[in-house]
Every structure is written in C-alpha cells, then in structure tokens.
C-alpha cells in the first residue's frame, strides 16, 4: 500500500484504531516523522496529542545501525548481540547514550515548550509513528508508556517491516498496523511524499492541538452488523433490464455498486470475494451485469465508457428510493472509468470511489469533475497501468490516493493479494460512508426522545 503522504496516512490509519473503541485514549507521536500522523489520528479520535521522545543509539561508525535506544524516566534498551558484532566496549556505548539523551532533554524542551507531559495513569495510549523499520525506538516507546502509567499500550504504525511487526507483538497490548509488505527495505519508499519533518512543524502541531483542546471524536460506525439478506433483482437501466445481485447487512452503514470490467460480469469472483468482505463490515452491495447478453456480443460495448458510466448512473438512480443509503462505486478496469466518468455528473452524489486495476485513463476528460474521494489501487508489479493511474491521479482535483499492492499483476491473483485489495477498500469505504451515515441520523436513531 502505497500512502501519498502523512496525513493521509495519518487519517486512514485513524479510522481503524476508532474500531477498537478506546475509552479516553491519549495520541503519542515519535518524533519527529511520527508526530504528522499522530496528529491526524489525534483529531479524528477527539484525543489529546502529545510526544513520545526516544531516541536511538547508533553504532558510531556507521549511525544508522542501532545497538539500541533510550528514553524519557530513563529508559534504555540495548541490543547486546548488535553490540557485541560492532565490539563496542562500555565507554563506546556510555559517549553515545550520553549524547542521545542530551538531544532526548533538548528536543522536549522544545517540543512542549513549557507545557506539562500529558498524565498516562490508567489511560489507554496509542503510540503512533510514521513506520517501523527495526522495531527498537517502537518497542522503547511502549517501555516509557508503561513506565508512566499507562494502562493499554495500543502501538499504531501506517506500515512495517513483518519481522518487526511480529516482535512488537509482544510488547503493546494491541498492534494496529495498515500495511506489512514482504518486500520491506525501508519507510520511505511506501510514501509518495516522504519530505523529512522539522522540529519547528511537530512543535506547530503540538501547539495547535493544545489550542484546541478536547473535542468530540469524528462518528465512527461500530459494532458488528446484522444477518445480511441476498436477492436476486433486475435493475431497470432506463428501459433496459439487467440481471443484478443485492445484498443487503442489517444496519448497513452505506452501499457500494460494482462496475466489473472488460469481459466480466455480476458474477465475477474477484468483486464478488471484495464484496463479501463489504458485506461482513455492514456495507450493502450490488452486483450487476452492465451490459445485456446481445449488448455483450459487440466486443466494442465493452470498452464504450459514456454507455457504461450512462448504465451505471441509472442503476443508482433504481436503486436510491429502494435503499435510502449513501453510494459508493467499485470499479474495475473499464469499470472504473465508467465509475469516475458517471461519479463526475453534477448531481451524482457519489459518496467514494475505488478503483481495482483501473484505466482512469480512459475518463481522463472527466477527471477534473469528480468530486467523491478516489481511491486508485494498482498492483506493484503491473507496471503499464501503474503509469496509466499516476497520469490520472494528476488530474483529480478531489481526495485522491493511490495504494500499491506490492508484487500484485493485473489481476491480484497472487496469494493474499486480493485479500489486500478488499481491505484497503473497506478502509476506503468505511472512512467516507460510514461517517456520513452517522452524522445524518435522526435523534431517534441515536436514542433521543
């Protein structure tokens, strides 16, 4: 998964760490990288932010090699098999840990700049970063917070090195991480914009998050939904019947219509796998044929994105008095044009949109219309349409983000591959429909009299 920047991270990241429910939890950003995304999170979950100062010791001769780190309450953990392969002695390590904690006293000094820590005792704490790479200033980080007081050690990264991942494990409570991909080497080449943050910028957001001070957290849906019903429906298309699947949760949180790609249909194992898992979440979908049977034989329809994009726009017209629900569009190849061009009419009213192996490309005209928040997903290894989607991406001018899922081909058949693919669409869908769902609700919906 390939993340534009920080706080896109930052917001997407948010959204799951909201599914655990934390009661009062406070928001810990490692500086300096750290500190963008955890103040994202800070501001969805209503939470107050503050620092979490560790700093790594690195071998002397080559600095970027950690023998361990230290932190606040003087706190050190120090890897003793690192040590022994650099044959540093006592002294060696001892001028180094005496000038990381030097910099660990200046840099909170100037972080807080006069304010008080913000008090752990018997808090849930998330500790959040921008990656993990070793694992080491994570795992000090938890050791500090526990130190303090705290009373769950939530650890929340955007992506990780696996093997990483695995021994942090077991040292939080609980391990929320959005993206551990195999072919790791380092944090930055999963960021578009990995611009190196500034003292004074995490100075700025501790400032303005103290400023603003508490606020409610931004809804969130939770819970688990009810049975879901399957149906077999015929969707009117302006005269024109097309043969459709709906399945609807009980208390379905929004709905996502599939638009398949070249060649496919309602039955296409691919949607039809991304949208069990919607549907296991609480989101409603709908499968259905865009073209009819005779309409498929002209290999040319296949690739007539207005006819498509016309199919869909009256498919989501059928179906908006029959569920009064939030729309969002799943698209896949041809699809997701048909997706992007439909989503970019004036009263459209599209909620989200993600795109599986998308050519965008082919609605590039129409690109600068879409208002929904767009979500392009490629594989890594699909390397044509990867360049097709970035060209694309250029010319949104909504929410737009691009993920990347590592050593997929077109058609996410790898292992785990699709797997990746619907859950970064739910995350996707979750962030932008559940959220206006819950802010529409009546007051007898949230239990008022």
Not at 60 to 71: I, Y
Not at 281 to 297: I, N, R, V, Y
Not at 415 to 425: E, I, K, T
């Amino acid at each position: 998964m390939l993340f534009t920047d920080r706080t896109a991270a930052g917001r997407l990241l948010a959204h799951d760490i909201a599914l655990l429910a934390l009661a009062q939890p406070v928001v810990l950003g490692l500086p300096r990288g750290g500190v963008p995304v955890a103040a994202e999170v800070a501001r969805v979950l209503g939470a107050p932010l503050d620092v979490i100062v560790v700093r790594k010791l690195g071998v002397p001769f080559q600095p970027e090699v950690a023998f361990g780190a230290v932190g606040e309450d003087g706190v050190r953990l120090i890897s003793r098999p690192t040590v022994r392969a650099a044959r540093l002695g006592e002294r060696d390590c001892a001028r180094v840990e005496e000038a990381e904690r030097a910099e660990l006293r200046r840099r909170l000094a100037l972080y807080r700049r006069g304010r008080e820590r913000t008090a752990l005792t018997g808090r849930a704490v998330v500790i959040v970063d921008d990656g993990i790479a070793t694992g080491s200033t994570a795992s000090v980080a938890c050791e500090v917070a526990r130190r303090q007081g705290a009373a769950q050690v939530v650890l929340a990264v955007p992506v990780a090195s696996p093997q990483a991942l695995e021994r942090l494990r077991h040292e939080a409570d609980t391990v929320v991480c959005l993206s551990a991909p195999p072919r790791f080497s380092s944090v930055g080449q999963w960021y578009e914009d990995f611009a190196q943050v500034g003292d004074e910028e995490v100075s700025a957001l501790l400032a303005a998050a103290a400023r603003a001070g508490p606020h409610a957290a931004e809804p969130q849906r939770g819970g688990r939904p009810g049975p879901a019903e399957t149906e077999d429906v015929s969707v009117d298309a302006g005269g024109t019947a097309l043969p459709g699947i709906l399945t609807i949760p009980g208390d379905a949180a929004g709905i996502v219509v599939f638009a398949h790609g070249s060649g496919s249909s309602r039955l296409s194992p691919r949607n039809l796998r991304v949208a069990e898992v919607l549907n296991d979440a609480g989101l409603a979908t709908l499968l259905f044929d865009l073209l009819t049977p005779a309409e498929a034989q002209d290999r040319s329809n296949v690739f007539d994105v207005p006819l498509l994009a016309l199919r869909l726009t009256q498919a989501t017209r059928w179906l908006r008095p029959r569920l009064p629900l939030h729309v969002g569009y799943f698209g896949a190849s041809t699809g997701a044009a048909a997706a992007l061009v439909a989503a970019a009419e004036p009263r459209s009213e599209i909620a989200a949109i993600v795109s599986r192996g998308g050519r965008p490309d082919l609605a590039m005209t129409r690109l600068g219309a879409v208002r929904a928040p767009t979500l392009l997903i490629v594989g890594g290894a699909d390397a044509q349409v990867m360049e097709l989607n970035r060209r694309a991406a250029a010319h949104l001018h909504c929410e737009h983000q691009i993920a990347v899922v590592a050593g997929a081909t077109h058609l996410f058949e790898e292992p785990g591959a699709l797997d990746s693919v619907a859950d970064v669409a739910l995350s996707w869908f979750n962030r932008h429909l559940a959220p206006l769902r819950a802010a529409t609700r009546g007051p007898a919906d949230r239990g008022g009299t």
